[in-house]
């Protein structure tokens, strides 16, 4: 059995920590990873002009098709307009290979989620590798598994005048990042079914996502919640910081900020932190947190 979970991470900055899971992935019964299956992956190439235009047509063809997406800052997506995208970005990008490979492999279809619980990464690509008997004998079969960040998408786009981009290149709309951030999952599954293994900051993923997406980069700047920490209540990661639990006042330093903070408050019962300190970890939603004096 493995797991391997890829993230579309934020842009890195100083109080970020984007890193990709990685484990090692199992064999899967024929057909599975090939040379074949690489070179028709590596065959796709797209000028920027190219990549433009069909991008374009997903995005006319979503508004044009679904129930739910109406206008490009749209406020209501289901999980059938992942199925639909993915279906306008095989064919358009990937000359319908991707179900093709899924169904060899016994994949398909990928199943696609929608989840709030995404905070810093923008996406998140699944491979599982289980047990199944077929006809008395025991097959490894894959699955994959596509979640995309809401909490990211809704954040995002609700001003104006706030640059956004994702894998290197601006987006003007919510649809449109909705879009770059399927394209970088899209390559974590075309890695998947072609070599085995994904990762996006190594060099054969950085090819592919050029070649066939013009991406320059696999990160995003969208509005994750510790940004919105920062513009909205001023709190930022290591920030001195009081709330009041059951009447009493508590102080301690935020340690991670996700749709609440987590804030760390010395206690001789708590766990040892790195800091050297023992600590409580407390899970404070943001508008009860009080900035204290000591600290940017
Ligand atoms: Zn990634």
């Keep these: 059995m493995s797991n391997n979970a890829h993230a579309f991470q934020p842009t890195p900055d100083d109080d970020t920590d984007p890193v990709d899971r990685e484990t090692s992935h199992d064999f899967i019964d024929q057909p599975g990873p090939s040379l074949e299956r ?6 796709l190439l797209y000028s920027s002009q190219e990549v433009d235009k069909r991008f374009r047509r997903i995005h006319e063809a979503m508004l044009s098709q679904s129930p739910q997406i109406r206008e490009p800052d749209f406020t209501v997506i289901g999980t059938d307009d992942l199925e639909r995208l993915f279906a306008h970005y095989d064919r358009e990008f990937f000359m319908g290979r991707l179900a093709e490979m899924l169904v060899e492999d016994s994949a ?18 699944i491979r599982r590798v289980r047990r199944v008997n077929q006809g008395g004998r025991s097959l490894n079969r ?3 598994e596509i979640t995309i960040s809401t909490t990211l998408l809704y954040n995002t786009f609700l001003q104006q005048g706030r640059a956004v981009t994702v894998g290197g290149l601006p987006c003007s709309d919510r649809l449109e990042a909705l879009q770059r951030i399927f394209e970088h999952e899209l390559l974590h599954l075309a890695e998947f079914l072609g070599w085995g ?3 996006c900051k190594a060099s054969n993923f950085r090819a592919l996502s050029r070649r066939l997406f013009a991406h320059e980069a696999p990160h995003h700047d969208l509005i994750t919640p510790r940004e919105q920490a920062r513009i909205a209540y001023g709190i ?7 709330f009041e639990i059951e009447g ?5 330093v935020v340690n991670r900020v996700t749709r609440r903070a987590t804030v760390l408050v010395e206690d001789p019962r708590g766990q040892p932190y790195t800091n050297g300190k023992r600590c409580i970890p407390y899970y404070v939603p943001l508008a009860r947190l009080r900035k204290e004096d000591g600290s940017s």
């Design 197 to 199: 293994a994904s990762n």
């Design 108 to 125: 398909h279809p990928a199943a696609f989620r929608l989840s709030r619980r995404l905070t810093s990464a923008a996406g998140q690509t």
């Design 248 to 252: 009493e006042r508590r102080v301690g």
């Design 38 to 43: 690489k070179a028709k992956l590596f065959a």
């Design 142 to 144: 894959v699955d994959y």
């Design 236 to 242: 930022q990661l290591g920030d001195l910081v009081s």
